[in-house]
């Protein structure tokens, strides 16, 4: 149902898919072998899988969403959960990361048409209150991120983003 290639710090990588059942499977991509056996990360069909940028740590993570929405993050190396679910309500369509002013950020935008956000390392959500059922995100090499979201109706909205510290 999904898959997604995890780079890790080593230069390696990790392939990883989701299947119908909700669980989830981890390869090497060399001799494709088997990394551990599959986790059930999910109570339904796993929809997306996408890479996070590395934490400041050095950990590499990747995050798979369900058809019911539920995001979850989990360790690339291990294959262990990392934090609690981050619930969106509704069935999520595309993810994407991008960063803003030093914090990595997940973006989740589904049926509902509400572009959500989270922080990569800690998993809390960001307020972000744009529209858009698919997002995309680039940092400019001046630093100034941009937020690209399309709506139910075919438009296409540009928003350039920054954290607040207030």
Same mark, same amino acid.
């Given at each position: 149902?999904? &898959?997604?290639?995890?780079? *890790?710090?080593?230069?390696?990588? &990790?392939?990883?898919?989701?299947?119908?059942?909700?669980?989830?499977?981890?390869?090497?991509?060399?001799?494709?072998?088997?990394?551990?056996?599959?986790?059930?990360?999910?109570?339904?069909?796993? /929809?997306?899988?996408?890479?996070?940028? @590395? @934490?400041?740590?050095?950990?590499?993570?990747?995050?798979?969403?369900?058809?019911?929405?539920?995001?979850?993050?989990?360790?690339?190396?291990?294959? =262990?959960?990392?934090?609690?679910?981050?619930?969106?309500?509704?069935? &999520?369509?595309?993810?994407?990361?991008?960063?803003?002013?030093?914090?990595?950020? @997940? *973006?989740?935008?589904?049926?509902? =048409?509400?572009? /959500?956000?989270?922080?990569?390392?800690?998993? =809390?959500?960001?307020?972000?209150?744009?529209?858009? &059922?698919?997002?995309?995100? *680039?940092?400019? /090499?001046?630093?100034?991120?941009?937020?690209? %979201?399309?709506?139910? /109706?075919?438009?296409?909205?540009?928003? =350039?983003?920054?954290?607040? %510290?207030?």
């Amino acid at each position: 149902m999904a &898959v997604g290639v995890v780079p *890790l710090p080593s230069g390696e990588s &990790v392939i990883v898919a989701g299947d119908d059942a909700g669980r989830l499977w981890r390869w090497d991509p060399v001799t494709g072998n088997p990394l551990g056996e599959p986790t059930v990360g999910h109570d339904s069909k796993v /929809r997306i899988i996408r890479a996070l940028p @590395l @934490l400041a740590t050095g950990k590499a993570l990747f995050v798979s969403s369900d058809q019911e929405g539920v995001l979850r993050r989990w360790d690339a190396q291990t294959g =262990e959960l990392v934090g609690p679910p981050m619930e969106t309500g509704t069935s &999520v369509f595309t993810l994407a990361t991008v960063r803003v002013d030093g914090t990595d950020l @997940l *973006l989740a935008a589904g049926a509902d =048409e509400t572009v /959500r956000a989270w922080d990569v390392e800690t998993g =809390e959500g960001i307020g972000l209150a744009v529209q858009g &059922v698919a997002v995309s995100g *680039l940092t400019q /090499r001046d630093g100034a991120t941009l937020l690209a %979201t399309g709506t139910a /109706r075919g438009e296409i909205l540009v928003y =350039e983003c920054s954290v607040s %510290t207030e």
